[in-house]
DNA sequence: AAATGATATTCGCATAACCTAATATCAAAG
DNA sequence: CTTTGATATTAGGTTATGCGAATATCATTT
């Protein structure tokens, strides 16, 4: 699997990986909606949304259509968002997920570092 | 959705956000692994490889089997793991994704804030 | 051409994340 | 019971991230 790609993944999850940005991803799943919006639904200031909304760009993760003097954002890759939210909503922060047995590790695994 | 079940999600996201701690995600999903084996595999010091762990553990996306001094490693979502891991194979970076026609801004959203 | 509304950017600081080097554990083997 | 191999932890320094405050842009209205 090639580095660039990789970083790419890397730079999605990383993206998603915050309370602020993975909000905003999830209301604009439910619909377009410009930074004022954002704004009145989220407990965050302009200033910060418009941060966010800049990392999820970077990520394109989202992507925004300009009307006049304002801008709509929404999400470009909803496939991919929906994806792993759907997956997330599968797992219990409780549950200790799959047991498995040992490896047994092969002795010739003897390159040195 | 409660704010402790996002918060774990986030933390499961920000785990996988890191390039070391992809790869041994992937490392992982071909197969149990001991951390001498994960340090055979990457460019990263033991301590470091060990560091990531603790953090995949925390997020519990990983879980290890004490077999005598070594601890085999293995991911504990599986279905998670591969299913984002699934997701992000059909993006590619340089695509544009979904364009989206602008949003038409009710004229009635008039909270203050 | 002001004034206004919507959004972005920049700066500075606080905190978190990351990494290396050194050291500590701890089980198995002598 | 000392040594060795496997792994974890701690400390410290560096870089990255997050955020508020202030300011800048830019389109629209007046």
Chains 1, 2 share one sequence.
């Not at 970077?58 to 991919?80: H, K, T």
């Amino acid at each position: 699997m090639s580095a660039v790609i990789e970083n790419y993944w890397v730079t999605i999850l990383k993206a998603l990986g915050h309370p602020t940005r993975l909000q905003i991803v999830m209301e604009l799943l439910k619909g377009t909606k410009c930074v004022t919006d954002i704004h009145d639904l989220l407990p965050a200031s302009q200033a910060n949304i418009s941060q966010h909304l800049t990392v999820l760009r970077n990520a394109r993760i989202v992507d925004f259509a300009q009307d006049g003097s304002q801008r709509c954002y929404y999400v470009c890759r909803p496939e991919l968002v929906e994806g792993v939210l759907s997956l997330l909503r599968n797992e219990q922060p409780e549950s200790r997920g799959t047991k498995v047995q040992c490896c047994l590790r092969k002795p010739d695994s003897e390159e040195n570092h």
